[in-house]
């Protein structure tokens, strides 16, 4: 049977409309099933922590089990590289931190493009770093550990995790901005280090509140000053860098969420209320402050503040990094 030339011209535009609709459709239902979440770490490291605290606070919007997958190596490259190879479809989440998401891209030879292969969610919770030496070190302020480092230079000892890891690019950033030399040595964890700090086997380093903090409390390790603007909510009488006399030295350990290139924008923006409503959670921020992490404010929990903050990260740890030349191990 001929149909009228109006009536099949109408049957056309509806079956071209099915994909669009249907599509639509697929995105309103979203999430229909578990949606992974890979940290690129073991298991019960400071990553991890944050990312289950983050997964759990997000259940209950999304409707769906967040499951933690750890897939670590290579420092972190191995499963933010998973990530980036999935498909873009909202299942396969990856949390990440300035190490993984900005370091890393110019420490190793990625497989993948930091900015162009994934799709930005949301930053989450960061923590300013504090300047930590061990307890016998003579200077009693931080202009006071810098010459002292100046009248002993290559003999004063830093604890990193490794070379090209954040705390090695903080030193370097540290002996850049005051002219001091001295030694790095790797440690397998930020555990260790403090340890190694607390025994008097090296002279420094700079980590998070949550590392450092328990010690310095316990009166083992003397903090020099917050490489932040503020001071710390948690130890209000350490002073600031700038107060300290090192204006502009800032350095912060931050975690943010990150799906594969092409997720679809609505399903980002899904992702992104449940991170929102999340971080609002009483809960999960004293949770998260019990870590030493601090939530960003809701400004700045969207996807554009993210790629802004992880480009301008990059754009001032790069030339730092490549200047001097790091390598990851």
Known sequence: ???????????????????????????????????????????????DTIARITAEGMRGSLGQAIIIENVSGAGGTIGVGRVARAAGDGYTLCVGFVGTHVINGATYAL???????????SLIAGSSWLIVAKKTLPARELTGLIDWLKANPDKASQGTVGAGSPHHVAGVFFQKETGTRFQFVPYRGAAP???????????LI???PAITMPQVRAGTIKAYAVAAKSRLAIAPDIPT?????????????????????G???DIIAKLNS?????LADRTVRSRLADLGMEVFPREQQTPEALQAHQKAEIEKWWPIIKAAGIKAE
């Open 241 to 261: 860098v700038d107060e300290s006399g090192l204006p502009g030295f800032y350095v912060s350990g931050w975690n943010a969420l990150w799906a594969p290139r």
């Open 1 to 47: 049977m001929k149909l009228p030339r109006r009536q099949f011209l109408h049957l056309a535009a509806s079956a071209a409309a099915l994909p669009a609709v249907s599509r639509f459709a697929w995105a309103q239902a979203y999430p229909t099933r578990p949606i992974t979440m890979i940290v690129p770490f073991p298991a019960g490291g400071p990553l």
């Open 206 to 208: 700079m980590d998070s």
């Open 193 to 203: 280090a403090v340890q190694a700090l607390v025994a008097g086997q090296i002279d």
């Open 274 to 278: 449940s991170v929102v409503n999340g």
């Open 111 to 121: 497989q993948y493009d930091l900015l162009k292969d994934f799709e930005p969610i």
């Open 263 to 265: 997720t679809p924008k």
